[in-house]
């Protein structure tokens, strides 16, 4: 039997604890006849499962014929790539073809047009008026989004779509900070208003359930397992990938390769993100016997004030690394951050 769980970021694994009611509210946004919002950010830790997500809202619109799936590349050029996908797309380019709407992908990767109109914002205008008469959706999905040249472009003029009341759709996924950047633009205000899914911890009994259904294990080792990924999508996946590979061994003895396995694909990167001062709180944290500390005491000990502590504690918080659900706490959040932390450390 294949193992049922996956390393392979972005790619939803066979084993999945599904976020239905984020996926849910969503679609049912989406296809409201006047929908409350347009635009959906999913944003979380790396490993978080944002892509899945994401994908997941994708599968379910692609079933719907009103609905245009384009997926676009957040390192491309964004507004002719855009245009290309609309263009080339079975169920639209007969319509376009019809109202003598006609491009071509030139010399790396630009617009070339044929007829009055050369200006790649004009012809996706001209696009999205023969979606609107077909009553079709177009639904923009790009992953990672980060605040590039690039993608404020064609953020300003998704947002001239918008105003213009074209039946265009965004959802996209990216890191805290990234998004955090985006939102901060002054003429992309409707990005701050869009409503951001922050990706927090999965259950840990659904977790459990499913290593006790798919692996055939004890409730009690099921349990054990669940509690050691801490909610964290990534760790579910790569502790059950571990467990079938090795039906052998005790959950003891996987620790180490679990440790390696989210230092190499996931902890050497969330930590290379942080600045100095935030990485001076987590050592703060790493340093504690549980991992979890005051926030008097995290400030007593960097040096932060009142007025500069918040700032760090939500860019932590927002980024997965810590968790502030205790009134007066933070608690590093990561399951084994704190043990591989400290190997670095020493």
């Not at 193992?3 to 694994?13: A, D, H, I």
């Not at 709407?101 to 990767?109: A, C, D, F």
């Not at 064609?154 to 900070?177: C, D, H, K, R, W």
């Not at 040096?303 to 590093?332: A, H, M, N, W």
Request: with cysteine; aromatic share 10%; charged share 30%.
């Amino acid at each position: 039997m294949e193992n049922p769980y996956s390393l392979t970021f972005g790619k939803e694994p066979n084993r999945l604890i599904s976020r239905t009611g984020e996926i849910n509210e969503i679609i049912s946004t989406f296809n409201a006849d006047t929908p409350s919002s347009t635009v959906y950010i999913i944003t979380g830790v790396r490993g978080s499962g944002k892509t899945v997500t994401m994908s997941a809202v994708i599968e379910r619109l692609k079933k719907d014929s009103k609905w245009v799936i384009i997926t676009l590349n957040p390192n491309r050029d964004l507004l002719s790539s855009l245009a290309a996908n609309l263009y080339e797309h079975p169920s639209l380019k007969p319509g376009f073809i019809k109202a003598e709407i006609r491009i071509s992908l030139g010399v790396g990767g630009s617009i070339k047009t044929e007829g009055p109109s050369p200006d790649v914002e004009v012809q996706i205008k001209k696009m999205l008026q023969i979606v609107q008469k077909q009553k079709k959706r177009v639904l923009i999905a790009i992953d990672e989004a980060t605040n590039t040249k690039n993608f404020r472009i064609f953020a300003s003029s998704y947002q001239m779509y918008l105003i213009e009341n074209y039946p265009v759709y965004l959802i996209m996924t990216g890191l805290y900070n990234n998004i955090h950047s985006l939102q901060n633009e002054k003429n992309l205000t409707f990005l701050y208003r869009a409503p951001k899914y922050e990706l927090t911890p999965l259950s840990v009994i659904s977790m459990s359930n499913d290593y006790a259904d798919t692996l055939r294990v004890e409730k009690e080792e099921a349990d054990a397992m669940a509690r050691m990924t801490k909610g964290y999508s990534y760790a579910f996946q790569v502790l059950g990938y571990l467990r079938f590979e090795n039906r052998k061994k005790t959950l003891e003895e996987l620790i180490s390769r679990f440790d390696e396995t989210l230092e190499e694909y996931v902890y050497e990167k969330i930590w290379a993100e942080l600045t100095a001062r935030e990485k001076d709180v987590v050592r703060i944290l790493v340093r504690s016997d549980t991992g979890r500390m005051r926030v008097k005491e995290i400030k007593e000990k960097t040096g932060l004030t009142d007025q500069s502590f918040p700032t760090y504690r939500k860019r932590l918080r927002g980024s997965g690394v810590i968790s502030v659900r205790d009134y007066g706490y933070c608690e590093l959040a990561l399951p084994r951050f704190k043990e591989i932390v400290s190997r670095w450390e020493d």
